[in-house]
């Protein structure tokens, strides 16, 4: 357990917190004018690795080689030239800073961030964090790294959850959830729609897909899996034999088949660990997806009700209306698409070159 405080005066920023893997969807945004929830779980806080906010460089400033040097590798609108390590924690769990009225940033609905730190420590003024709260972000407090400092704190420390553990007590996300609507004159309104995480989710392993393609057809598995990509798929990469064959694996399924190309494996919610088949060597390139989207991949349908009486125990689901489903085709996430694309050394081929420079073609025919 760690608490953050201010390194200008040492005062306390945080509640307690255990560090997590950082969400695929961190920087997502989503739609136009929707409110999404808190990013982070409480209690827990996750790090950005990359420099991530103001001030941003554009790409004629920053050239291929200081772009290759940090590891992107294909032509982006801007880099962040703040410092790396930025921290993000739920709204909840920040204590002690106060917002700064005149940064909005720009700003929608909400907060968004773009004129740099909002909170300021409470004790000494320092700026220390930017709260997103903006529509069509992920609600966050993201911590400046060079503003506060990592303390240990009193608590219950416990490592990470073991793979089996994890298939014990994990939750998978639903592919469908209800977001909440701002600015429609009779109030704030839900409508389901497919979930922003599973969006997330397909960006970035639509890119670790199509760079496994090696430029060939791609098959993956029928239902949801092939729901999130094989229209993608078969739309960005040539048709016929020989397709490359991606397969479901990790903890508690059978071994992939010794001639499976391509393993959609799941990331470890707390360490972001990709899963490897264990005692093998496989030939096979591994695409990550998050645990609680994986999960419901692997297990799309629930334990089905059983009787019971008295109180109802906590396996037990209730006998609620089923979710209802949503209209329209599932949409793989562009921005997070082209972000994880420009940092696999593969976009520096022709071909996957192409996709990653001209977005707005396969957009208007649907692939995203």
Request: aromatic share 8%; net charge negative; charged share 15%.
């Amino acid at each position: 357990m760690f608490v953050f405080v201010c390194a200008g005066c040492g005062a306390e920023l945080t509640a307690p917190l255990s560090q997590v893997a950082l969400p695929v969807r961190a920087h997502q945004q989503y739609g136009n004018g929707l409110q999404l929830p808190v990013l982070m779980e409480p209690g827990t806080f996750a790090v950005e690795p990359e420099p991530w906010g103001p001030p941003w460089r554009r790409w004629e400033e920053i050239g291929p080689d200081e772009a290759a040097a940090r590891g992107v590798h294909a032509p982006v609108h801007a880099l962040s030239d703040g410092a790396p390590g930025a921290i993000v924690i739920a709204p909840g769990d920040s204590r002690g800073a106060v917002l700064i009225p005149e940064k909005r940033g720009g700003a929608c609905c909400g907060l968004a961030g773009g004129d740099g730190p909002n909170m300021a420590c409470e004790s000494c003024g320092l700026p220390v964090a930017t709260r997103i709260d903006d529509c069509s972000l992920w609600q966050a407090v993201w911590l400046a790294p060079d503003a506060v400092c990592r303390l240990p704190a009193e608590g219950a420390v416990s490592g990470p959850l073991s793979w089996p553990k994890l298939m014990a007590e994990g939750k998978g996300v639903p592919p469908f959830e209800p977001i909440t609507l701002w600015g429609s004159l009779s109030g704030a309104s839900d409508r389901w729609s497919w979930s922003p995480q599973w969006e997330a989710a397909a960006g970035v392993a639509l890119a670790h897909l199509l760079a496994a393609s090696e430029g060939r057809a791609v098959s993956v598995p029928d239902g949801l899996t092939a729901e999130m990509f094989q229209r993608a798929l078969d739309a960005l990469l040539p048709s016929g034999p020989p397709a490359r064959r991606a397969v479901l694996a990790g903890p508690g399924l059978p071994a992939p088949d010794a001639d499976a190309d391509i393993l959609l494996v799941p990331s470890h919610p707390q360490t972001g660990e990709v899963w490897t088949p264990a005692g093998t060597v496989t030939r096979a390139y591994s695409v990550p997806l998050p645990f609680g989207v994986w999960l419901r991949l692997v297990f799309p349908e629930q334990q089905p009700p059983v009787p019971a009486s008295r109180l109802m125990p906590d396996d037990v689901l209730r006998d609620d209306p089923p979710t209802p489903g949503v209209q329209g085709v599932f949409r793989i996430d562009v921005a997070l698409f082209r972000y994880t694309l420009a940092r696999l050394p593969a976009v520096r081929g022709p071909w996957l070159r192409d996709i990653f420079e001209r977005p707005a073609r396969h957009m208007h025919a649907g692939n995203f």
